[in-house]
């Protein structure tokens, strides 16, 4: 099975990501929300979670919500499809069909960037995720991976709990009926983190001795520091170049994480060795963010859409919606198979 | 290999030792047993050996530690990871990854070893515990038994000297204890592995070991050759009290050992007498064609069982066999996909969860679940606020004397012992009265004689009419109060019929009375010494 460097994942993660926020039209959103699926379903490791998210069950709960929400509360658009009296406060007014299609396509966009998310968190493994985190930042990032891995053990709690208080006859009506389920969930949580720490402890977690910090990247942090404080001070009396300052703290900050990064004597198990295919992913993830460029003009035109003030087919670049696919290259590469990525020793 | 000299350590805020004076010795490459009743600091001298007391823990702490010429509390826990492997009591909240394989080397990864060597390592200790095949599989699809061993191989990953395991087989039927006992047998005397290892089921484990060290209250009272502490010791396994009651020297530890002297008497035994009527009560419980499946994969097919007032049924059956499914699908917290279940003659379907639970009392696998009340009067107070039941103090403090927890009604359930919230527990959800009682591993990590209580308690509620569905892997529990038994394997009934027959013919999940004396129908050390009195 064809494997892909965690990092080229982080890419396509970060472009699909940036595409479900920026574009607002609907036809591309469900292009990328069904490639996004393609890709989860094409490369998720088999049986590899136990425990999924039902994503399209959420989905549509999000949309409908989305939908009535901004057709109820936002009275603007020129099709109305029904009247409520007035004197209701908030939902009072025209219901127009525009609202409720500006309230879908919001929807749209937060299951699509949720979608993205989803099959990155599926396919990519957690050990692999704190490959991600730079060596000088690994315990940080260990811990917050930690914390990411608990959430479906204390979903299972939360059920096992559950039904532990129906059976004494326990119903939630209410936050005041919540008590009997948090009590548990807190103390059993805390003493779940306690025995996870105890192992680790036992474990060697944080055993590597500590290594004395050189002058260079303090100096470099400090630097870094002055730089972001020195940003910050231009943007808040109005300098625009106030951003160019906090960029070069960012990267000055980042080089002091990378000199760093080399002083910290942990080991990777099976470090990947970057392939062809990482890159070929990479490139598909860029290539299908390029109308995003300012140059593109006519194409990019096609990336926005507003309902308002009244309903229109939105506009489809069919040129452009062939460059979206190149979010499904790992999709494509999984599915004509070929060797297993080697993994260096 | 091991020296404790003089060690006493006290827990945060808490003025009673859990360990006193205690001087200690282990020599390299023993099997130690650590045993002693709940609460008598057994996991506490485990922490100490790898410095977790008091570097994790906190509290006071005196006296000296050495493993391995290294000075424990001096070095503390970091140092110490490369020279003991240490396995907690619950497989389930030590994994850090999500794969077999990375969840081996993530201990590796912290000692910084390279990345070549990692791989040998890793390989070794897939091989040393089976786990090989298992090496790409995500750990939360393992079964309990293969979580306990990839604890173990995590726990050796770093080749230390010492294993230290709390517990290891607590949760584990008796097929998968005893994959993972052979595995460490296979360690300790193939590496020779220094193993120190703490469990209340001293039955599963004595064969194996060396050395018994018995705990009580912080202090070993005794310690030696595995055979003169069970000697000495006021409990131990069914053959060990055979043995005893009978003088059998030396005291035989398997049951290979035990036929030698149980053919000596053979010839004044005598079949027992058929064993006792059963199903004499009315049905109070019902399963007929009960069907379950879970994520599409059938889970209980076709179950059919009946529990009678006055009887105790014991469900047996290995990890995932469909035990706890079932009785989920009787209180309704699971729907029945076919078939039907009656609780006095009335059909759970299409009835609520509380409205079940009125006839029906349930105590999970964690009883921890249950409690969140200021004090253990307010738990059964609630369960009646919650069925809109009369909160009548009289019932509570019946039940509390009834449970021997009278003394305890005012303080917080969380800060009472394993067994005494298991009572809390017990009144928690028996106090509407009802007449089936649905027990799951309700012995989970309780001592000999906290489950002799408890079983005591259950026989005063069988002799006032109720019956009891038991879950349990303890065969030897099931031996003591089960009047007939259902064993499950993979969703199915494949045995049903009277304890004796039941259990005295299965090769896993026969009592040790029963292997040392088969096709006659004992089961307990009562029935042997009946006969032989005879």
Partial sequence: MRVFEARAWLVWLLAGGLLAIMVSNPLYLVLLLLLSRVVEFACAPVGSRGWRLPFWRIAAVILLFSTLFNMLTAHIGQTVLLELPAAWPLIGGALNLEAAVFGFVNGLRLITLLSFFLAFNTIVPVSELTNLAPRALHELGLVMLIAVTYIPETLRQFRRIRDAQAIRGHELRGLRTLRPLVVPLLVGGLERALNLAETMVARGYGATSPVAIPAGPRLLMLGGLLFALGGALRLAWGGEDGWLLLGAAAAVIAWAYHLLSGLSPRTHYRPRRWSTADTLVVFGALVACLPLLPTWGPVRQSLFFNPYPQLMWPLFNVGWGLLLFGLATPAILMLAGGAEVEVSR | ?534
């Fill in chain 2, 1 to 534: 290999m091991i020296t404790l000299r003089g060690v006493t350590y006290h827990y945060p805020h808490r003025s009673e030792a859990a360990l006193e004076q205690v001087d200690w010795r282990v020599n390299d490459g023993e099997f130690v047993l650590v045993a002693g009743p709940s609460g008598s600091g057994k996991s506490t001298l485990l922490r100490c050996l790898n410095g977790l007391v008091p570097h994790f823990s906190g509290g006071v702490y005196t006296g000296e530690t050495e493993v391995d010429g290294v000075n424990v509390v001096e070095a503390g826990p970091h140092v110490l990871s490369r020279l003991v492997g240490f396995v907690a009591q619950d497989p389930e909240s030590q994994a850090v990854f999500d794969q077999v394989e990375n969840e081996i080397a993530f201990s590796l990864e912290n000692a910084a070893i390279p990345a070549t060597e990692m791989r040998v390592r890793v390989e070794e200790v897939l091989d040393l515990l089976d786990l090989a095949p298992l090496r790409r599989r995500a750990v939360q699809t393992l079964s309990g038994g293969e979580r306990q061993r990839l604890a173990i191989a995590t726990a050796l990953a770093l080749r230390p000297r010492v294993l230290v395991l709390d517990e290891p087989t607590s949760q584990l039927d008796p097929q998968s204890a005893e994959d993972v006992l052979r595995a460490l047998v296979r360690l300790n005397e193939d590496l020779g592995l220094t193993i120190i290892l703490a469990e209340h089921r001293v039955e599963r484990i004595a064969r194996y070991t060396d050395r018994l060290t018995w705990l009580e209250r912080g202090r070993i009272v005794t310690d030696g050759p595995v055979r003169e502490g069970l000697w000495t010791a006021a409990v131990g396994p069914p053959l060990v009290q055979l043995a005893k009651a009978l003088d059998w020297r030396p005291l035989p530890l398997t049951i290979k050992e035990g036929k030698r002297f149980a053919n000596t008497i053979s010839l004044e035994l005598r079949p027992v007498a058929q064993p006792p009527p059963v199903n004499v009560g009315v049905p109070v419980l019902e399963v007929e064609g009960a069907n379950f499946a879970y994520n599409g994969v059938a889970t209980l097919k076709n179950i059919d069982l009946i529990v009678r007032a006055g009887e105790t049924v014991a469900l047996v059956g290995r990890n995932g066999a469909g035990k706890s499914t079932l009785l989920k699908c009787i209180t309704g917290l699971l729907p029945l996909r076919s078939g039907d279940i009656r609780v006095a003659g009335q059909s759970t379907r299409g009835r609520t969860v509380a409205d079940i639970c009125r006839q029906v009392a349930y105590l999970p696998q964690n009883p921890d679940d249950l409690l969140f009340a200021e004090t253990v009067v307010d738990e059964l107070q609630i369960t009646l606020r919650n069925h809109k039941r009369d909160e009548s103090s009289r019932a509570v403090a019946e039940l509390l004397a009834r449970l021997e927890i009278g003394e305890l009604a005012l303080l917080y359930p969380r800060d009472l012992s394993v067994g005494q919230r298991q009572r809390v527990a017990l009144g928690a959800v028996t106090i509407t009265q009802p007449s089936v009682l649905l027990l799951d591993e309700p012995t989970r990590g309780l001592d000999p004689t906290l489950k002799a209580s408890l079983v005591n308690l259950w026989k005063k509620w069988l002799a006032d009419g109720a019956a009891i569905l038991l879950v349990t892997h303890d065969v030897e529990l099931a031996a003591m109060i089960a009047d007939r038994t259902v064993m499950l394997s993979q969703g199915e009934v494949i045995a049903s019929g009277p304890t004796r027959e039941v259990l005295g013919s299965s090769p896993h999940f026969s009592p040790q009375i029963a292997r040392l004396f088969p096709g006659r129908g004992w089961l307990s050390v009562a029935d042997v010494l009946r006969n032989v009195n005879q």
